[in-house]
């Protein structure tokens, strides 16, 4: 099974201590399922764009970073608990992944991340002869 370290643990956040980051952003909630052959995570990031997202995968830590744009105020507001604003969220995967063959899909509110294993680390099924 996969050894999956979370590094956000609340949904909204304070700007983190990087230099080039600050601000408040949301931690998206996210399911990752496991199987032979790859990981997938799937995250909820509503009112983010395919093309608003920055999704990188680099020595074992896979950065999810999505833009929202802000909307036009609609009129003076009565009541306000919408709040809009960025996403993101770092995890440690200690799988070995193909980087390569990484792909993802964003739809409906919902961004699919699959991650291949390396041939190396899938499970191999070996066959058992009769003497």
């Known amino acids: 099974m996969a050894d999956l370290t979370n590094r956000a643990a609340k949904d909204r956040s304070e700007g983190r201590a ?10 998206p909630r996210v399911d990752i399922v496991e199987t032979d052959a790859e990981l997938t995570l799937f995250a909820e990031i509503p009112g983010v764009r395919p093309e608003d997202v920055d ?14 744009k802000p909307s036009a ?3 003076p507001l009565l009541l306000q608990e919408y709040e809009e604003g960025d996403f993101y969220r770092a995890f440690t995967i200690s799988e070995s992944i193909d ?7 964003c739809k409906n509110g919902v ?3 699959h991650l291949p294993k390396v041939e190396s ?11």
């Open 18 to 27: 990087e230099a080039t980051r600050g601000g408040v952003f949301f931690t």
């Open 73 to 75: 105020p609609r009129g």
């Open 99 to 105: 980087a390569g063959r990484i792909s993802a899909e």
């Open 55 to 68: 999704l990188r995968y680099e020595k074992g830590e896979l950065v999810l970073h999505g833009r929202v």
């Open 111 to 113: 961004l699919t991340v």
């Open 121 to 131: 680390t899938r499970p191999r099924q070996i066959a058992v002869r009769s003497a």
